[in-house]
Nanobody, 119 residues
Framework: VQLQASGGGLVQAGESLRLSCVASGMAFSVTPMNWYRQAPGMQREVVGTITPSGFANYVDSVRGRFTISRDNDKNTMYLQMNNLKPEDTAVYYC??????????????WGQGTLVTVSS
């Protein structure tokens, strides 16, 4: 399983960015996916999750500003981030957990993409 995140960069407060996460080596269309972020000096936190059918949930701090979507034909998940704030500055990671009955679960992470929001 490989997860490749991209799309980060430096923006000003109020601007937008779209992150992408391309997955390979897994049955993407039937697998829930997650976005996490880790700000400097902070613990990694979940940003949101998306079901295989496209239903998304978000942490309160980004709800209404961020949108998670997916294109199962392209094995790609997206994170559209609007009205960015300096406190959104972090390394953003895509993630999935694959569960094998009778064996257990395995956590897979992308390499992270840095988002920096200046005030």
């Amino acid at each position: 399983v490989q997860l490749q995140a991209s799309g980060g960069g430096l923006v000003q407060a109020g601007e937008s960015l779209r992150l992408s996460c391309v997955a390979s080596g897994m049955a993407f269309s039937v697998t829930p996916m997650n976005w996490y972020r880790q700000a400097p000096g902070m613990q990694r936190e979940v940003v949101g999750t998306i079901t295989p059918s496209g239903f998304a949930n978000y942490v309160d701090s980004v709800r209404g500003r961020f949108t998670i979507s997916r294109d199962n034909d392209k094995n790609t998940m997206y994170l559209q981030m609007n009205n960015l704030k300096p406190e959104d500055t972090a390394v953003y990671y895509c993630n999935t957990v694959l569960r094998t009955p009778g064996v257990g679960s395995a956590n897979f992470w992308g390499q992270g993409t840095l988002v920096t929001v200046s005030s």
